[in-house]
Structure formats: C-alpha cells, structure tokens
C-alpha cells in the first residue's frame, strides 16, 4: 500500500486521544475498505510509558472482532511518540507484526502531525497518508 487515505475527522480523533494520554505514549487501531480508513478504534497502552507502547490484549482483541463484525479490515495501527522520532523507532520496526500501515502521530512545535510507514522485513518505507476534508460514508 502506498496511499492511505483518511479524513481529517479520522486524524482530529487520533490526535484528541493521543493528546488526552499525554505525557504518555498512546495507539489504537485503523479499520476500513480497500486502502480507505472508516474508523479509528483507540486501545489503552498497557505499558503506561512516555517511550513505548504495547497494546491491551483484551481491548485489540474486542478491537479486532469489532473491526471483523462490521466486515471491515485492520488498515493501520497508530502511536504517538510525544517526544519523537517523526518516524518508526527501532523498536517499532523490530516489533511490526501486521501487514499494516504504521501511523505515527508526533509533535513538533507543540503541533500533532502524522506520517504512515509500511514495515517489512526489518526495513521501512513511507506511506502517503491522503487527509480529505469531507467525512468519508461507506
Ligand atoms: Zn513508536
């Protein structure tokens, strides 16, 4: 995948839970069609950490029957990284498990911005993230 595509309501929610989980890192889920996003599912982050993330078992599990229920696929996965990097960390790459695009949400001058990232076999590449304005229907 080389494009996703979401719109701005999609990032606003990313960005008001990451915000509300500050100083924290937090993440969720990405769900939709075909390489369009049509819902944000935010998780609690298990770790509690300003520096990493690990999803609650329970709430991805409750997520992903969620996500199959409404005959939706998993797209993304989302995290913040308060304090940086703008992109996937290490430790990001080394624990990518899906076949999804990774959303990083960061802050620079004191603005929530958002990259995507598709990670393979230990290596990363960029994934355009299309922000629409109008709310996307399915
Ligand atoms: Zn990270």
Known sequence: MRTLYL?????QQMIAH?????????????????????????????????????????EQLHAFEWIESQGLDLL?????????????SPTDIAEAAYDVVYVIVFRTDGKWRTRGFWIEDGSYEEVALQISQTSNQA
């Open 18 to 58: 990451v915000d509300s989980q500050l100083p924290l890192e937090a993440c969720g889920l990405l769900a939709g069609r075909g390489s369009s996003v049509e819902s944000v599912l935010v998780v609690t982050n298990q770790a509690q950490s300003p520096v990493r993330y690990v999803m609650d078992p329970i």
């Open 76 to 88: 993304g996965i989302f995290h913040s990284h308060p304090m940086g990097p703008e992109m996937v």
């Open 7 to 11: 719109t701005n309501e999609h990032v």
